[in-house]
């Protein structure tokens, strides 16, 4: 047990058993810190747990004070997406807040750590370890989102001395435009619903300069795709033979099935470059992703941050690291993935209601599905803003006929309007 959990459990045990009244004020951090013989940090941690079960409250320039003498029961979760967004706001701001709460020297007087603030590095190593991801803390890095990891990535030289980027297709739209934008030398293959394929990876591994492969491993953007556990191993495999570094970007990691292990875990060569983003899991607007990186680019990495990037938010860091440790994450991700499970449970439902239909993806937050290659009159589908097709997802022009659709409250109408002007064309 964590020293922060055994004093949310001797003051919880205090309240419980009377010794703590309702409304008396417990002693300062300060004081706590030197009864308990531990660090500030420490007490602040116990403290805002037993803030989250409603046990104590803060009051602004006067302490924490007991509220009740007994756990209060917690209210029905309304489980819907809107209903997380309530919650996961919520938690965060008390997070913000109590960041701030007596912190005005380290505002103030924190010099910048270019890899990140060490206790939200060493949060992120826990929850990288709950994910089977298994890293050394000194090769773990915080940036300002995926987006600037991406970039500085794109900026190296990487150990092998290669030039080419590999990209599966269709992708994440903005990798895309970091390679396209910048007139950097890429290659892509093609990763559909039936797959990659494997020999011509090979091939391309063995006789193209490709630095790196971009692969997003567990519910591909915008496909939905997965790779299987011989798929993972084969990757790797390909990739330590060849010296290829692969980057692996995880940002529905979360949500993947049990036993269904990112790439990273498989690797024994140190060829993966492992993204982290808490876009999904939390809200977007957190501009903040961890990285692992292979120790041969750890050091490149970091001056290059270091020149774009003179420290990244510390405010943010420090709340993230503080609702990674007080167990709001792992809470609100269980309400989310339970969301998301039925999200997707009514999706396969409304498909089935509309049509036999068999070519598609379900992935949490939409639906693709596999148009035929001679539907007539594609141009009106297109034109609708109830879904659409998936052009920007490629680096050059493609003729597949994907078509995404949201998952909401409207799919069950969209999906019956759909079927309607395939069947009238």
């Not at 409304?23 to 420490?42: A, E, H, M, N, V």
């Not at 803060?58 to 003498?69: D, L, M, N, Q, R």
């Not at 440790?325 to 999706?347: E, I, P, S, T, Y």
Request: with cysteine.
């Amino acid at each position: 047990m964590k020293k922060y959990q055994q004093i949310y459990h001797d003051i919880k045990r205090k309240i419980e058993n009377g010794q703590l009244k309702k409304g008396d004020r417990l002693p300062s951090i300060r004081t706590l810190s030197q009864t308990y013989r531990c660090s500030k940090d420490t007490v602040q941690h116990a403290l805002w747990e037993l803030t989250y079960h409603n046990l104590i409250y803060p009051v602004a320039k006067s302490g924490y004070y007991v509220f009740e003498g007994r756990v209060q029961k917690e209210k029905p979760l309304d489980f819907s997406l809107s209903g997380y967004h309530n919650i996961a706001y919520e938690d965060f701001r008390r997070c913000i807040n109590e960041t701030l709460i007596g912190r005005e020297k380290d505002l103030f007087n924190t010099y910048p750590n270019q890899q990140g603030l060490t206790e939200l590095l060493e949060s992120l190593q826990h929850q990288l370890e709950d994910n089977a991801v298994y890293s050394k803390i000194d090769n773990i890095i915080v940036t300002s989102g995926v987006q600037q990891a991406l970039y500085i990535l794109t900026q190296l030289t990487f150990p092998n001395k290669k030039s080419f980027f590999l990209l599966e297709q269709p992708t994440y739209h903005r990798m895309n435009e970091l390679v396209h934008r910048q007139n950097l030398p890429f290659l892509t293959i093609e990763r559909d619903f039936k797959g990659i394929n494997w020999a011509k990876l090979e091939e391309l591994f063995k006789t193209r300069q490709i630095k790196c492969f971009y692969t997003i491993s567990r519910y591909s953007n915008p496909l939905g795709l997965s790779y299987s556990k011989q798929e993972k191993e084969k990757l790797v495999e390909l990739a330590a033979q060849y010296d290829v570094y692969i980057i692996e970007d995880d940002y529905l990691g979360d949500f993947a099935h049990t036993g269904d292990l990112p790439l990273h875990y498989y690797d024994t060569a140190d060829k993966v470059i492992y993204l982290k983003s808490f876009s999904a899991s939390l809200f977007p607007a957190l501009r903040l992703a961890g990285l692992v990186l292979p120790q041969p680019l750890l050091q490149r990495f970091l001056d290059y941050k270091k020149l774009i990037d003179y420290d990244t938010n510390l405010i943010m860091q420090k709340a993230l690291s503080l609702y990674l440790d007080n167990g709001m994450f792992a809470k609100n991700l269980r309400f989310l993935k339970n969301v998301f499970q039925k999200q997707m449970q009514q999706a396969e439902e409304n498909l089935k209601a509309v049509s036999d239909y068999s070519d598609y993806r379900i992935a949490p937050q939409s639906v693709v599905l596999k148009l035929a290659a001679d539907i007539n009159n594609p141009q009106r589908l297109k034109e609708s803003k109830d879904w659409h097709f998936l052009e920007e997802y490629y680096l050059e022009n493609s003729n597949s006929n994907y078509l995404r659709l949201a998952i909401n409250e409207r799919l069950s109408d969209n999906l019956k309007k759909l079927f309607s002007s395939l069947q009238t064309d």
